[in-house]
């Protein structure tokens, strides 16, 4: 069974940085793409960044020049920077993957921003 583990997160301070990092256990056989949702309190999820392989990265408007999305093949983990963070950045951040013909989510990681 294939599972996506999400970390980092939690309080932080607006104007800082956000690194969050997920990682995919299991019996792996080919992640192709992984994206982070994020949904704010009473609203939608909605999409943050995408990453395929081979690589094409592709950020949601609303965050382009704040976003980065990497990943790391090798450890199928894919990690999330987002600078400059905002009070409004508050969500919880989940990590989704394309294994196969499954879609797989983590179990999200909380983020607020103090202003």
């Known amino acids: 069974q294939v599972q996506l583990v999400e970390s980092g997160g939690g309080l932080l301070q607006a104007g800082g940085s956000l690194s969050l990092s997920c990682a995919a256990s299991?019996?792996?056989?080919?992640?192709?793409?992984m994206v982070w949702f994020r949904q704010a309190p009473g609203k939608q999820r909605e999409l943050v960044a995408t990453?395929?392989?081979?690589?094409?990265?592709i950020c949601a408007d609303s965050v382009k020049g704040r976003v980065t999305i990497t990943r790391d093949n090798a450890k199928n983990t894919v990690y999330l920077q987002k600078n400059s963070l905002k009070p409004e950045d508050k969500a919880v951040y989940y990590c989704?993957?394309?294994?196969?013909?499954?879609?797989?989510w983590g179990q999200g990681t909380q983020v607020t921003v103090s202003s």
């Open positions: 989704n993957a394309v294994h196969g013909t499954q879609l797989l």
């Open positions: 299991g019996t792996l056989f080919s992640i192709t793409t």
């Open positions: 990453i395929t392989r081979p690589v094409t990265k």
